[in-house]
């Protein structure tokens, strides 16, 4: 299904730049414009208001609140939880002469924003024309910082082009703020207040009780007057600014945010924790801070970036895909996770998927070690709440939830919730994965045993054995294909669930061997028993994995290959999304899938299979693939540039590093794809680069796209650093920092140290 870019943004490979504003892109633009730090996330609506179509959103990781859902048998479920937009804290409203500025209806020129990779600022310009001939050059900066994520940063430039005189601006903390999702606010202030050069506002969510304070300090050298104002579910400071003809006077805002869930702590201890916190910045310097923010972001370049050489398109897209993967996470607040549309917009609710192991993972295992093992130790710590929903659908051990926000199943599509059972293994792939590449046996042996354990028991009594075949599998299930509903043996499942039980078995051996008397403490607290693991072996190996074995190709599911055939280009354009435009049940009467599922696993586990067996599997199951997902292009295109398809490879490659940049799905007004975005990397270093990290070690097989002239990236592997780097004529690869590393390149071993390796390009041509 060929998608269509809707290109208007300047091609920067340091920045995203917008030209000239268009109402009719804005809430897109306020999508790719966003700012974010992990902690807390704001999209890029004009602060100033905006009477036209803008989304003011404002989020913190982790927030949420709660609506009660309809629910009439055992099992699904009845309380759904979402991050809810929060405070407006960039709130100001301008005047001058009672004149307001409004983009909707205020004449304005020399529009231009710009998202700044490197100093990791947004910045927005233009030029106001006032009624009566006056102009004002205003110039909107802002940042979260990197450093202390609880801190947001705002500085707004007046500079009168042809007049001197006054600009009135107010200036606050907005807690009514409308959740577009749900049409209604849902805060209540509980106090606020002026103390110590501090304004400050503590609010409560009115079901959840999740509390924030915010409070802020202003530095406004040519201030005439200030005044505190509040409303409802508002406080701030109206401000008289003098301006002189020619000079720019600066107005600095600088707000420090506090969320809290737990009803433990009142609302005494943390109104007097935030305004402690929030009195360091009374008299602060913002150019210090900014700074600041740009000496992370250095740092954060010389360890992530990936240099394209001859295509300054991709160089800029993939530039922001990373910029955003580490906004959206870097490991600083531990518990946190990776919602699918991260801290840029309501869509998905702010709720974590399976995407988060199978496709945001591998990002930070090689860039940011401590941020992979955080995201893991969010399923630990939710783990309590995977054990309760086993026991829901009547099932031992932990069941993870297709969608959630603090380990609760927030999904109210029950056909999803009940039968969608990867994301245990996915979790699980996770575990296995970050453990073999960063030899964190700690982790394994503290952590993740114990969830390898409750995730297998889970599958050990989910499943059953099929009458004719007296084979073991998963009956009544959705994979992550989801145009096949309430199917038998989904293969992805099955495969996994085999992997999940054989890798269990594997940590239980080496952990009793290596780690004895921790693993004798772990077995008693869970009442492992030797008849489970001689259980979780026999399920193994009597797993059904359907297959065709004269063709090669695993079938989907049961039935499938039985099933009535569409072809997917048939289908017209104006039909898509077809979640949109056919009925829900029609789109499960065909071979057709959303996404990739066997061609998932053969990339999870590539070393199990032949080029031949991947041959097969990929020209049968490309051209039933419709790509309703945002993930699947990226796996069609690793696999690809594996199997010898480099036009292919690279047709799906194309939108992967600019899906957002250039709205090809036609809807970034909802907020990114950050966990497409993720997939974006994995397209270049998986797929291009040919890295594999399923084996036990790293192995390379890269290859150069026609248009490139060259590229390199950075892995980090077992705490060393390499660095990859390819023209058209030669792969170099060589250790930057840390111990020398043994790898395979193009299936040859090597060690490789800092003196590095030099290897002929083999291009691989269509087999």
């Known amino acids: 299904m060929a998608k269509v870019a809707d290109r208007y943004l300047v091609v920067d490979t340091w920045k995203v730049v917008e030209d000239g504003f268009d109402p009719g892109r804005n809430r897109v633009s306020e999508s790719i414009f966003s700012l974010g730090n992990e902690y807390m996330g704001v999209r890029a609506y004009p602060e100033e208001g905006y009477g036209g179509d803008s989304l003011i959103g404002s989020y913190f990781n982790g927030l949420f609140e709660e609506i009660k859902v309809a629910a009439h048998y055992k099992g699904i479920i009845r309380f759904l939880r979402f991050m809810v937009s929060a405070v407006d804290w960039l709130y100001v409203r301008i005047n001058v002469n009672g004149e307001a500025l409004d983009l909707a209806t205020s004449p304005f020129s020399d529009f231009r924003r710009e998202l700044d990779f490197k100093r990791g600022k947004y910045v927005r310009s233009f030029v106001w024309h006032l009624a009566d001939g006056k102009q004002l050059r205003l110039t909107f900066e802002r940042f979260v910082s990197m450093n202390v994520s609880n801190l947001g940063c705002q500085r707004i430039s007046f500079e009168p082009l042809n007049f001197s005189g006054?600009?009135?601006?107010?200036?606050?903390?907005?807690?009514?703020?409308?959740?577009?999702?749900?049409?209604?606010?849902?805060?209540?202030?509980?106090?606020?207040?002026?103390?110590?050069?501090?304004?400050?506002?503590?609010?409560?969510?009115?079901?959840?009780?999740?509390?924030?304070?915010?409070?802020?300090?202003?530095?406004?050298?040519?201030?005439?007057?200030?005044?505190?104002?509040?409303?409802?579910?508002?406080?701030?400071?109206?401000?008289?600014?003098?301006?002189?003809?020619?000079?720019?006077?600066?107005?600095?805002?600088?707000?420090?945010?506090?969320?809290?869930?737990?009803?433990?702590?009142?609302?005494?201890?943390?109104?007097?924790?935030?305004?402690?916190?929030?009195?360091?910045?009374?008299?602060?310097?913002?150019?210090?801070?900014?700074?600041?923010?740009?000496?992370?972001?250095?740092?954060?370049?010389?360890?992530?970036?990936?240099?394209?050489?001859?295509?300054?398109?991709?160089?800029?897209?993939?530039?922001?895909?990373?910029?955003?993967?580490?906004q959206t996470y870097h490991g600083d607040n531990p518990g946190f996770n990776i919602g699918a549309k991260g801290l840029t917009g309501e869509a998905y609710r702010g709720l974590a998927f399976w995407d988060t192991e199978s496709y945001c993972l591998p990002f930070y295992i090689f860039n940011n070690s401590r941020a992979a093992k955080s995201l893991l130790e969010f399923r630990y710590k939710s783990l309590p709440h995977a054990l309760a929903r086993a026991k829901e659908l009547d099932c031992a051990g932990a069941f993870y939830p297709i969608a959630t926000i603090?380990?609760?199943?927030?999904?109210?599509?029950?056909?999803?919730?009940?039968?969608?059972?990867?994301?245990?293994?996915?979790?699980?792939?996770?575990?296995?994965?970050?453990?073999?590449?960063?030899?964190?046996?700690?982790?394994?042996?503290?952590?993740?045993?114990?969830?390898?354990?409750?995730?297998?028991?889970?599958?050990?009594?989910?499943?059953?054995?099929?009458?004719?075949?007296?084979?073991?599998?998963?009956f009544g299930v959705m994979g992550p294909d989801e145009f096949q509903l309430m199917v038998n043996n989904n293969c992805y499942l099955n495969l996994m669930a085999k992997k999940l039980f054989e890798y269990t078995l594997e940590v239980i051996d080496r952990m009793s061997g290596e780690a004895e008397q921790a693993f004798q403490a772990l077995a008693e607290r869970l009442d492992l028993t030797a008849e489970e693991q001689v259980d979780w072996r026999s399920k193994a190996e009597k797993m059904k994995i359907p297959q065709d074995p004269e063709t090669g190709i695993y079938e989907e599911h049961d039935g499938f290959f039985d099933m009535p055939h569409l072809d997917i280009h048939s289908i017209p354009v104006t039909e898509f999304p077809l979640y949109s435009h056919w009925s829900y049940d029609r789109l499960y009467r065909y071979d057709m899938i959303k996404q990739p599922d066997v061609l998932m696993f053969m990339f999870l586990y590539s070393g199990d299979y032949t080029i031949a067996e991947k041959i097969a599997n990929y020209e049968y199951y490309e051209s039933r693939c419709i790509h309703e997902s945002s993930l699947s292009p990226s796996i069609h295109s690793i696999l690809a540039a594996e199997i010898g398809k480099e036009a292919e490879a690279y047709s799906f490659f194309e939108f992967a590093t600019r899906l957002d940049l250039d709205n090809y799905n036609r809807n970034t007004r909802e907020g990114l794809h950050t966990t497409s975005i993720a997939a974006a990397w994995m397209n270049i270093v998986y797929g291009f680069g040919g890295m594999r990290s399923d084996g036990?070690?790293?192995?390379?097989?890269?290859?150069?796209?026609?248009?490139?002239?060259?590229?390199?990236?950075?892995?980090?592997?077992?705490?060393?650093?390499?660095?990859?780097?390819?023209?058209?004529?030669?792969?170099?690869?060589?250790?930057?920092?840390?111990?020398?590393?043994?790898?395979?390149?193009?299936?040859?071993?090597?060690?490789?140290?800092?003196?590095?390796?030099?290897?002929?390009?083999?291009?691989l041509v269509g087999q």
């Open 166 to 326: 006054q600009v009135d601006v107010r200036t606050g903390l907005d807690f009514s703020v409308v959740h577009e999702d749900q049409g209604r606010c849902f805060w209540q202030s509980v106090r606020h207040g002026w103390e110590e050069g501090v304004t400050a506002m503590l609010g409560e969510t009115t079901g959840t009780k999740n509390r924030l304070y915010s409070g802020f300090a202003l530095d406004v050298p040519n201030a005439v007057q200030t005044k505190p104002v509040e409303a409802e579910r508002f406080i701030g400071q109206d401000v008289t600014i003098r301006l002189t003809q020619g000079e720019a006077s600066t107005f600095d805002k600088f707000v420090f945010n506090c969320a809290e869930k737990e009803l433990s702590v009142t609302n005494d201890r943390l109104w007097s924790a935030g305004l402690q916190q929030a009195k360091a910045y009374v008299g602060a310097s913002y150019e210090e801070l900014e700074q600041s923010q740009a000496n992370y972001w250095e740092n954060v370049w010389k360890e992530s970036d990936i240099v394209i050489e001859g295509d300054p398109d991709n160089q800029q897209g993939i530039r922001f895909c990373i910029f955003n993967l580490y």
């Open 696 to 763: 036990g070690r790293l192995s390379f097989r890269p290859t150069l796209p026609a248009r490139w002239d060259g590229y390199s990236f950075p892995v980090s592997y077992k705490e060393s650093k390499l660095l990859v780097e390819v023209d058209k004529q030669r792969v170099s690869i060589k250790v930057v920092s840390g111990n020398p590393v043994d790898i395979a390149i193009y299936g040859r071993s090597c060690s490789i140290d800092s003196t590095g390796m030099t290897f002929e390009l083999e291009q």
């Open 406 to 474: 603090d380990g609760t199943e927030s999904c109210d599509l029950w056909q999803h919730s009940n039968l969608q059972l990867h994301v245990g293994t996915a979790v699980a792939y996770g575990i296995r994965h970050y453990a073999s590449m960063t030899d964190d046996l700690d982790f394994l042996y503290d952590k993740g045993l114990e969830m390898l354990i409750q995730i297998s028991r889970f599958y050990a009594t989910r499943g059953q054995w099929g009458q004719k075949t007296g084979l073991y599998g998963y």
